[in-house]
């Protein structure tokens, strides 16, 4: 079975500086890897996936994350962050050729400081 | 517009009551699924349906029941079994058959008083 690691439960970040979400997964099998967005009181919107090929995914909002599998992780950065960008942000792990299931972290909160 | 209606945004219970969430997709998704957010422990799964007329428990079934009569529909009933029902329900939907981009609604806030 899969499992996810977010170690920050909240990460307090000033404008426009740089910030990066920690997430590492484990699991026997090859994995989809993915960072999803949650805003106060709504569900989650995708950021980003990783499915295969380039180990670099981007966002259309400037955020980027890289899966390097040696360490199991699949971190979240932005190198200037935005008021907009508070928010929850939730790593989550799919097993390929699995039964489509979905394992979440316990998210982080990201708190931008004006 | 395609997406994922829940209903109730807001609901309360008295404590002892059955009480149904509703789900309703019309993306074409055959699979969908219930999960349960709380503070600090993220979401967790309750129950999933990858085709009509058939569905699994997740990690905290107990306590909780679905059935999956249309593809459109995937209601959850929380049950006067459930001894923690106050919570945030989120049901979501799978793009594809890779089970790649999960789409999701907008919650329901249950609340038991």
């Known amino acids: 079975a899969q499992s996810v690691t977010q170690l920050d439960s909240q990460v307090p970040v000033f404008e426009e500086a740089p910030v990066e979400l920690r997430c590492n997964y484990s699991s026997s099998v090859s994995v989809y890897l993915f960072w999803y967005v949650q805003y106060p009181n709504q569900g989650l919107q995708l950021l980003l996936k990783y499915l295969s090929g380039s180990t670099l995914v981007e966002s259309i909002n400037g955020f980027e994350a890289e899966f390097n599998k040696s360490q199991t992780s699949f971190h979240l950065r932005k190198p200037s962050v935005h008021i907009s960008d508070t928010a929850e942000y939730f790593c989550?792990?799919?097993?390929?050729?699995?039964?489509?299931?979905?394992?979440f972290g316990t998210g982080t909160r990201l708190t931008i400081i004006p | 517009d395609g997406g994922i209606t829940q209903s109730p945004k807001y609901l309360f219970r008295k404590e002892g009551q059955n009480v149904t969430l509703s789900c309703e997709q019309n993306l074409n998704h055959d699979a969908m699924y219930w999960y349960r957010q709380d503070p600090g422990q993220g979401l967790r799964l309750i129950y999933y349906?990858?085709?009509?007329?058939?569905?699994q428990k997740g990690d905290i079934a107990e306590g909780y029941s679905v059935s999956r009569e249309k593809k459109e529909s995937f209601p959850l009933t929380v049950t006067s079994a459930q001894k923690n029902p106050t919570a945030f329900y989120l049901c979501?939907?799978?793009?594809?058959?890779?089970?790649?981009?999960?789409?999701f609604g907008q919650g329901t806030r249950l609340t038991v008083v």
């Open positions: 989550a792990v799919s097993e390929v050729g699995g039964n489509e299931k979905l394992t």
């Open positions: 979501a939907s799978i793009e594809d058959e890779l089970g790649t981009e999960a789409f």
């Open positions: 349906s990858q085709i009509v007329n058939d569905f």
